[in-house]
């Protein structure tokens, strides 16, 4: 840049414009949304996907549990149900958006009719097996049984307090009263029979709820405790779709060398969301890879990993993922701007993204590959 401003004769006012220009566009990450003019489409558009997504994720995967009895048959069939999840998504990641970037108003269009004919397609396959399925009977809504449960354990465990401290009062008076005389039996600690080993147990107190309930309950605030652990590692994982992506449109997007070579010439500028394409490689490869092998192999030897080992691995995993996009990040600016001192780019390309021009550093977006390899394994453990 330096070079090209030496050779023009611009006006200060000018340069500084073409200065402001280009920090805008390495900022730039397609504006406010609701300032657009199709915001009110988009954003419905949104709340049903959202809507439609949650009714289908929450539903799906009992469903699914419901049609296995057997414990190790449910886990192989969520690892194979979750490997042919992201068989669709590598397909959705490496044909839509490279028409979507690259056919222009044709492929933007093919890219948003193309899901919703494959929905389609699915319900009518899901209607059609319907009666091979085993289906439960509604029986009321679980959450509020569950709500109930607690509240009644809650006030149940109070009241029993109280009780319990009356008649230690009441036995204390007793003793005192005895203790001149010397006669009866000394017990000032002698309490009401607690048939209840903790305060959820309290919920069985006159019989409105049955032990195996208490049990049931019991065991979901454990996998309540195990699901709050996970949300750290959810914030992380959601990078890919926001902070990776907006990383991705600020780097080079033409690839060189013999990496470019693999592809055709029209081929080399490829879609930033393709990165995701190596989170979903490497979890197609490593699920069928540890169910299959890895964790067969350390079970014959007595040392598979628990669950909750796997967990923790696959956050740590996940942290170091960040980590890289983290330094990655920090090199991208370093080349971008050089030192501090710099008023406007040092090192990049002008690139255009649909309707939007992004500059971009001069490095290579295939730098992202680790950040999303490390993410993908992170996702198998987990």
């Given at each position: 840049?330096?070079?090209?401003?030496?050779?023009?004769?611009?006006?200060?006012?000018?340069?500084?414009?073409?200065?402001?220009?280009?920090?805008?566009?390495?900022?730039?990450?397609?504006?406010?949304?609701?300032?657009?003019?199709?915001?009110?489409?988009?954003?419905?558009?949104?709340?049903?996907?959202?809507?439609?997504?949650?009714?289908?994720?929450?539903?799906?995967?009992?469903?699914?549990?419901?049609?296995?009895?057997?414990?190790?048959?449910?886990?192989?069939?969520?690892?194979?149900?979750?490997?042919?999840?992201?068989?669709?998504?590598?397909?959705?990641?490496?044909?839509?958006?490279?028409?979507?970037?690259?056919?222009?108003?044709?492929?933007?269009?093919?890219?948003?009719?193309?899901?919703?004919?494959?929905?389609?397609?699915?319900?009518?396959?899901?209607?059609?097996?319907?009666?091979?399925?085993?289906?439960?009977?509604?029986?009321?809504?679980?959450?509020?049984?569950?709500?109930?449960?607690?509240?009644?354990?809650?006030?149940?465990?109070?009241?029993?307090?109280?009780?319990?401290?009356?008649?230690?009062?009441?036995?204390?008076?007793?003793?005192?009263?005895?203790?001149?005389?010397?006669?009866?039996?000394?017990?000032?600690?002698?309490?009401?029979?607690?048939?209840?080993?903790?305060?959820?147990?309290?919920?069985?107190?006159?019989?409105?709820?049955?032990?195996?309930?208490?049990?049931d309950v019991r065991a979901l605030l454990r996998v309540v405790l195990?699901?709050?652990?996970?949300?750290?590692?959810?914030?992380?994982?959601?990078?890919?779709?926001?902070?990776?992506?907006?990383?991705?449109?600020?780097?080079?997007?033409?690839?060189?060398?013999?990496?470019?070579?693999?592809?055709?010439?029209?081929?080399?500028?490829?879609?930033?969301?393709?990165?995701?394409?190596?989170?979903?490689?490497?979890?197609?490869?490593?699920?069928?890879?540890?169910?299959?092998?890895?964790?067969?192999?350390?079970?014959?030897?007595?040392?598979?990993?628990?669950?909750?080992?796997?967990?923790?691995?696959?956050?740590?995993?996940?942290?170091?993922?960040?980590?890289?996009?983290?330094?990655?990040?920090?090199?991208?600016?370093?080349?971008?701007?050089?030192?501090?001192?710099?008023?406007?780019?040092?090192?990049?390309?002008?690139?255009?993204?649909?309707?939007?021009n992004y500059t971009a550093a001069n490095v290579s977006i295939m730098?992202?590959?680790?950040?999303?390899?490390?993410?993908?394994?992170?996702?198998?453990?987990?």
């Amino acid at each position: 840049p330096r070079k090209l401003f030496n050779q023009i004769s611009v006006p200060h006012q000018q340069l500084g414009n073409i200065c402001s220009k280009l920090i805008q566009d390495e900022n730039s990450t397609g504006g406010n949304m609701f300032e657009q003019n199709c915001s009110p489409i988009v954003i419905a558009s949104l709340c049903c996907l959202a809507i439609g997504s949650g009714a289908l994720k929450a539903n799906l995967s009992p469903l699914g549990a419901q049609q296995i009895k057997d414990p190790v048959e449910q886990s192989r069939f969520f690892n194979w149900f979750y490997w042919a999840c992201n068989v669709g998504s590598f397909a959705a990641y490496f044909f839509l958006t490279y028409t979507q970037q690259n056919l222009g108003k044709d492929g933007r269009l093919a890219g948003y009719l193309v899901p919703p004919v494959a929905m389609t397609i699915a319900s009518l396959a899901f209607v059609a097996c319907r009666p091979m399925f085993r289906l439960r009977k509604p029986a009321g809504s679980l959450l509020t049984r569950v709500v109930r449960l607690l509240a009644a354990a809650v006030s149940a465990s109070f009241r029993l307090r109280r009780q319990r401290k009356r008649r230690l009062l009441a036995d204390g008076e007793s003793d005192s009263n005895n203790s001149g005389s010397g006669s009866g039996d000394s017990a000032p600690m002698r309490l009401h029979a607690a048939a209840y080993d903790d305060w959820l147990d309290c919920a069985r107190h006159g019989g409105r709820f049955t032990e195996g309930e208490v049990h049931d309950v019991r065991a979901l605030l454990r996998v309540v405790l195990i699901f709050v652990s996970i949300i750290p590692y959810w914030l992380l994982y959601f990078q890919m779709q926001s902070t990776y992506l907006v990383q991705g449109l600020h780097l080079r997007l033409q690839l060189d060398g013999s990496i470019a070579n693999i592809f055709r010439a029209r081929y080399r500028t490829i879609p930033p969301a393709w990165l995701s394409l190596c989170d979903i490689v490497v979890i197609i490869a490593l699920i069928p890879l540890l169910t299959k092998l890895v964790f067969p192999w350390l079970e014959r030897r007595g040392k598979h990993p628990s669950l909750a080992t796997q967990i923790l691995l696959g956050m740590s995993i996940a942290l170091a993922s960040v980590l890289c996009a983290g330094v990655l990040e920090s090199y991208r600016l370093s080349v971008l701007w050089g030192n501090s001192t710099n008023l406007w780019p040092v090192d990049y390309v002008q690139q255009q993204i649909g309707n939007m021009n992004y500059t971009a550093a001069n490095v290579s977006i295939m730098w992202q590959v680790p950040q999303y390899c490390l993410m993908g394994t992170a996702e198998a453990f987990m």
